[in-house]
């Protein structure tokens, strides 16, 4: 209860409220710059957090995280692109609207509904986070080493891809972790003599190269796309009757979100879908949908901002991501020198609360910036990407140099973005290959700890119950949804 | 097994050559893993520096296997002039930092935006001089950041 309170007195610190407003706007004009996402801006940005206090820094990281998952409902409801990945089915009811003449009407319901997903996700971090700290803090190595291999395999079904391809990639991160040397036997692996790899390959730059610089490289290819924007007079708030018909819808949505947020890697472009997809299915009016429905707005909009405090519960209890964004969030703890995990709510409680607060700080924040800036934001669309991806280049390159002050890390960004691209271009994900390469470590060690404990005797670590559960959950996320298809297409095929 | 539609697949050369590309990466990280260092059994707490890598490029390789059975490379469009100069900026970037970091950074920033069809001289000026001063100046200044000496940053250094 004291870290509970020291974390909101801690936002009265008046740089740390400057940063999270400052944070916050940037956060808002990254979501809705097109191409640009709440990932890409944590990578980006993350460099610029380094002389900052721990906490001010995480705090800049998920008030981006937050805020930019929020704007990317501006550019799917005025130019029907989404800003985010995760406001993709935002635009399918959004942007009719917004052609209807209700744009304001359309943007006043994403706002609402995402400061209403992110309060209430915040809430569960808060109550949810602890107690599965306390739950994981006697976890003995095996547990864990399970408990991360459950995490990659929720690699799998990131970003609706294909599950083949995107464990392909989360294994190449898992590989690429393998660099450096060895911290259990010290022994030099894939060095190839270089000193300077000897600490292995930064998470950082990596995550510029894979986000930042691969995206340019994408961007080079739609360089004819022309985006009309609709002119919108002003943001209205939803009347009594948008309340009545979408409260349901926000509520349902909040604890998908939060849910899907929870689950190690899902991030908030799955629980957007899912959100839209469940909006429609208990809709009254289902064949609305599509045509400016607002349940579609609401359900949407709603689950991809709880997914942010939800994915931060497993990133902070645990220390694996639960999403994305927070596999960046992660690796700017990392860089503060901070560890996540359990003892993080025994050791560093106050610090832990502190980011709830903020979280919960930058939600009602970004009500009044929706509210009274949305028409501001919405021009940074208008940016032509002529000038956007040169200054993204700039800051990707000189923000790879900038942690380690070391050109390795340059070469490293260049390389992971053409990479990242090509990567891209034959439907491999990059997202599982960032999210790899922060797990490869753990997973590693963990391993060599549970080989020690079991006498190397790998064979009994399903019967340890909680290891046991968590490859079970470990076999359900890999075979699922194939063996569900196999049993739903043999019952078709029995009439 | 899937039926593939010749209209989305990509060439049938990029169809089996990138499985082929990540089989050899797997063969060759591998084949360096065998030159790992191995531990006495007392030193080398739990695994073998070398199962680890092991088991992984295994996994690729097995994933890749079952990725050409299953669910093969599928490419839209062929990559366009434009990708190809802006992914040639990049090495070309490379180079230029032998002379000066933000030099290379001007220069390769001014590039891509010319490349990409901006024509206007202050967008020009802004693109190749602003902000990459800008930048520097904010990093130098507010983060104490030291960049590599270059023809530019040995004259602020001094």
Not at chain 1, 143 to 157: H, R
Not at chain 1, 290 to 300: N, P, Q
């Amino acid at each position: 209860m004291e870290a509970f309170f020291a974390g909101l007195i801690a936002l009265t610190d008046p740089v740390l409220l400057l940063f999270l407003v400052t944070a916050t706007l940037g956060g808002v004009v990254i979501g809705a710059l097109p191409g640009l996402n709440a990932t890409t801006g944590a990578a980006l940005l993350l460099p610029f957090t380094i002389t900052m206090e721990p906490v001010a820094a995480v705090a800049v990281l998920t008030a981006i995280y937050c805020s930019a998952t929020f704007a990317g409902a501006i550019t799917a409801i005025l130019i029907n692109t989404p800003g985010t990945s995760a406001s993709a089915t935002t635009c399918l009811d959004g942007y009719p609207l917004a052609q209807r003449g209700e744009a304001g009407r359309a943007l006043g319901l994403a706002v609402v509904s995402s400061t209403i997903g992110g309060v209430g996700s915040v809430i569960v971090l808060m109550l949810a986070a602890p107690l599965l700290a306390r739950a994981a803090y006697n976890f003995a190595p095996p547990e864990y080493f399970a408990l991360t291999v459950f995490g990659l395999s929720m690699l799998a079904t990131i970003g609706g891809g294909s599950p083949i391809k995107n464990l392909i990639a989360g294994a190449f991160g898992v590989l690429l972790a393998t660099v450096g040397i060895d911290l259990m036997t010290s022994v030099e692996r894939f060095t190839f003599g270089w000193s300077e790899l000897s600490d292995g390959i930064g998470f950082v730059p990596v995550m510029i190269g894979v986000f930042g610089i691969s995206e340019i490289l994408v961007q080079a290819s739609k360089l004819d796309i022309v985006h009309e924007r609709i002119r919108m007079k002003a943001i209205a708030l939803p009347s009594r009757e948008d309340y009545r018909r979408v409260w349901k819808t926000i509520l349902r949505s909040t604890g998908i979100g939060t849910f899907i947020g929870i689950l190690p890697a899902e991030g908030a472009t799955v629980a957007s879908m899912i959100g839209y997809n469940e909006a429609r299915r208990w809709s009254k009016t289902p064949e609305e949908f599509g045509k400016g429905a607002i349940e579609g707005i609401a359900g949407s909009e709603a689950a991809n901002n709880s997914a942010t405090g939800g994915a931060m519960v497993p990133t902070l209890a645990l220390g694996i991501p639960g999403s994305p964004t927070a596999a960046v969030i992660l690796v700017g703890l990392v860089v503060h020198g901070l560890r996540p995990g359990p003892t993080m709510f025994t050791e560093q409680a106050n610090f832990a609360f502190s980011i709830f607060w903020s979280m919960m700080f930058v939600n009602l924040l970004f009500l009044a910036v929706g509210l009274f800036g949305a028409r501001i934001f919405a021009r940074v669309t208008l940016v032509p990407v002529r000038v956007l991806w040169p200054c993204v280049f700039i800051f990707s390159v000189v923000g790879a140099y900038a942690l380690d002050q070391s050109m390795l890390d340059v070469w490293v960004a260049l390389i992971a973005g053409i990479a990242g691209f090509f990567m891209r271009r034959y439907g491999f994900s990059v997202v599982p290959l960032a999210i790899g390469l922060i797990l490869g470590g753990m997973l590693e060690q963990r391993l060599g700890q549970s080989m020690v404990m079991l006498d190397e005797k790998w064979w009994l670590l399903p019967t340890r119950p909680l290891t046991l559960f968590f490859l079970l959950l470990t076999a359900l996320a890999l075979f699922g949804r194939p063996v569900g298809q196999f049993i739903a297409a043999r019952m078709t095929r029995q009439g | 097994m899937r039926t593939i539609n010749k209209d989305v697949t990509g060439t049938h050369l990029e169809r089996w050559l990138v499985p082929a590309l990540i089989l050899i990466f797997c063969a060759a990280a591998y084949f360096l893993t065998t030159d790992f260092e191995r531990m006495p059994p007392i030193l080398k707490r739990g695994i073998q520096p070398s199962d680890f890598p092991q088991l992984i490029a295994g996994l690729i390789a097995g994933l890749t296997i079952l990725m050409m059975l299953r669910d093969p490379v599928i490419t839209g469009n062929r990559i366009s002039r434009v990708n190809w100069a802006t992914i040639g900026l990049l090495p070309v970037f490379a180079i230029l930092t032998a002379i000066d970091f933000f030099l290379a950074l001007a220069v390769t920033a001014t590039a891509l935006a010319v490349l990409w069809g901006e024509r206007r001289g202050r967008i020009l000026l802004l693109v190749g001089v602003a902000v990459p001063v800008a930048v520097f100046l904010l990093f130098d200044q507010l983060f104490r950041i030291r960049f590599p000496r270059g023809i530019l940053t040995s004259l602020w250094y001094g």
